[in-house]
């Protein structure tokens, strides 16, 4: 199971830090974070591996989001600075447990799901 939290209201330039609590599951896999606005497509954020040593972020939030690990808690985040409108959107985090090689940018390549948390960015 994973639990995202941390989404809410911010004004444009603020700052969330997002969380996704895994349980039920042992072993450390890696993961990521989609997000998806009313009316498009799932789209990639970032991806981290297994153990944090890499990550992989989309071209629009590189720079201003960071994704980061916790493997004692079970947990990984994603801090998300200057936030634009154009980031509002539901946020899920992924857990590939298939460990495809680095850090998967396709949905197709995760396996399990996030119910999403909301992030809605007033210009």
């Known amino acids: 199971q994973l639990v995202e939290s941390g989404g809410g209201l911010v004004q444009s330039g603020g700052s969330l830090r997002l969380s996704c609590a895994v349980s039920g599951r042992t072993g450390h896999f890696p993961m990521g974070w989609f997000r998806q606005a009313p009316g498009k497509e799932r789209e990639f954020v970032a991806a981290?591996?297994?153990?944090?040593?890499?990550?992989d972020y989309a071209d629009s939030v590189k720079g201003r989001f960071t994704i980061s690990r916790d493997n004692a808690k079970n947990t990984v985040y994603l801090q998300m600075n200057n936030l634009k409108a154009e980031d509002t959107a539901n946020y899920y985090c992924?857990?590939?447990?298939?460990?495809?090689?680095?850090?998967?940018?396709?949905?197709?390549?995760?396996?399990?799901w996030g119910q999403g948390t909301q992030v809605l960015v007033s210009s």
């Open positions: 992924a857990l590939d447990v298939a460990q495809h090689p680095g850090t998967p940018i396709f949905p197709s390549e995760y396996e399990y």
């Open positions: 981290i591996n297994w153990n944090g040593a890499y990550s």
